[in-house]
């Protein structure tokens, strides 16, 4: 979505309304949020990348990559989150994207061995918020990262950015 300029908090309103009116017309289309954090970057994310998208376009699917900021557990890096489902996978590799593109995002079947485990039963754990690592964390400076795309000023205009300098500006 191209922005034009905003000059008022009206022009900021239609910026975020057009934004979550794309975004809730896509809802149901399939993401994969790659960590671009520097941990993951140095566990490989960027190899992963191009391992995922060469496949995508091998299987002619219709799946978009977004790097976004750390996700979180950066030791057990690279990480993705593959939405609509918000399955998490961790400690991935190039060649894990074959079994996450044919058997996730192709035939609709979580690919376990790649999801976490749960730290009592050892069993796979494929929602980050049901996470031990995640349960009790409140996000607050980095409540937007891994949803928006931090390339997209659109992304974080749609989750209220911008609107306490309007108000500032304006009131």
């Not at 140095?42 to 496949?55: I, N, R, V």
């Not at 979180?72 to 690279?78: I, L, N, R, T, Y």
């Not at 998490?88 to 979580?110: M, N, S, T």
């Amino acid at each position: 979505m191209a922005l034009k300029r905003i000059t008022s908090p009206q022009d900021l309103n239609k910026v975020r309304q057009a934004v979550l009116d794309e975004q809730k017309r896509n809802a149901s289309k399939k993401q994969i949020l790659l960590c671009s954090g520097a941990g993951c970057i140095a566990s490989g994310s960027l190899q992963l990348k191009k391992a995922l998208e060469q496949k995508i376009k091998e299987e002619k699917l219709d799946v978009e990559v977004v790097e976004t900021g750390c996700l979180g557990p950066c030791a057990q890096g690279p990480v993705i989150v593959v939405n609509p489902d918000q399955t998490f996978y961790q400690d991935l590799k190039p060649e894990d994207a074959r079994d996450i593109v044919d058997e996730h995002l192709r035939k609709g079947k979580p690919v376990e061995r790649l999801a976490p485990k749960d730290v009592k039963d050892n069993k796979p754990v494929l929602q980050q918020d049901k996470m031990d690592f995640f349960q009790k964390q409140i996000k607050i400076v980095l409540r937007n990262c891994g949803k928006i795309d931090p390339l997209k000023i659109g992304d974080y205009i749609a989750r209220d950015g911008y609107q306490a300098l309007a108000k500032a500006l304006t009131e």
